[in-house]
Structures are given as structure tokens and as C-alpha cells.
């Protein structure tokens, strides 16, 4: 072998052994559940299990968008988070302008939640027949 060969031999031993040893351990746990796992089968076996509750019903339900619109809603406003602690862990490095920025960042994000909230995204229950959101029902 050359010596470039045994330099990165010598430099990546460590990365083919941590591999080698993922697989065999992966290889192992999964020949031990087979070897070892129950095999019983049954009308009970196969039905789906959730918190001690027997399923009822269709598994194909719908759920309403307003679901999937809070979900959305609690991914983007979550994100800030990230961002706000990255600036909270520099903010001695970043100065005024950086709190500038995550001020402008924070309005920005006030707005989308009082536009979400006057629209009507942050509601849960059915509005009453005949009303709409602009209706003001204490004059």
C-alpha cells in the first residue's frame, strides 16, 4: 500500500469500525425479536391498539382543515423560537441593530397573529347561523 492509502486508512478506522459495529448490533436486535418475539395470531392480534381503547369506526375519517390550519399555524409560529434564541444567545454581539431586527421580527409576527385571529383561524367553535364575523351583537 502506499503511504496515502495508509494515511487515510489510518485516519477513518475509527468511522468503518463505528459502522461495521452499527449493522452487526442493527443485525443482532432484529435476528433476536424474530428469534424470540411472539408468534401467536388471532382476530385480536391484528386489530389496531391505542391507549387501552378499542377502535370503533371508519379509519378513514376526515378531519376538518381547521386541524390542519392550527398545525401550520403552530409550525410557523413555533419556528420563531429558534430564531429568537439565536439572537438571545448573541445579543451582546449583535448590539442594537439585532434587537432592532428581532423587533421588527416579533411585529411581524404579531401581525400574522392578529390577521389569523380576525379572520377567524384561531377559532374553534362553529360560528351561529346568520352571523358573521363583522357583526357586533352587543348594540
Do not use: H
Not at 5 to 14: K, R
Not at 90 to 119: C, N, T
Amino acid at each position: 500500500m502506499t503511504d496515502e492509502a495508509t494515511a487515510l486508512i489510518a485516519e477513518y478506522w475509527a468511522v468503518g469500525l463505528f459502522t461495521i459495529a452499527v449493522f452487526t448490533l442493527c443485525a443482532l436486535m432484529i435476528g433476536a425479536a424474530s428469534l424470540l418475539g411472539g408468534r401467536s395470531r388471532g382476530r385480536s392480534k391484528s386489530l389496531p391498539f391505542e391507549s387501552g381503547i378499542v377502535g370503533t369506526g371508519n379509519v378513514r375519517q376526515r378531519f376538518s382543515v381547521k386541524f390542519y390550519l392550527v398545525a401550520m399555524l403552530f409550525v410557523i409560529f413555533d419556528i420563531e423560537a429558534v430564531f429568537l434564541f439565536a439572537w438571545a444567545v448573541s445579543v451582546r454581539e449583535v448590539g442594537w441593530e439585532g434587537f432592532a431586527g428581532a423587533a421588527v421580527f416579533i411585529f411581524i409576527l404579531l401581525a400574522g397573529l392578529i390577521y389569523d385571529s380576525r379572520v377567524g383561524a384561531l377559532e374553534w367553535a362553529p360560528r351561529k347561523r346568520g352571523q358573521s364575523p363583522d357583526i357586533v351583537t352587543d348594540r
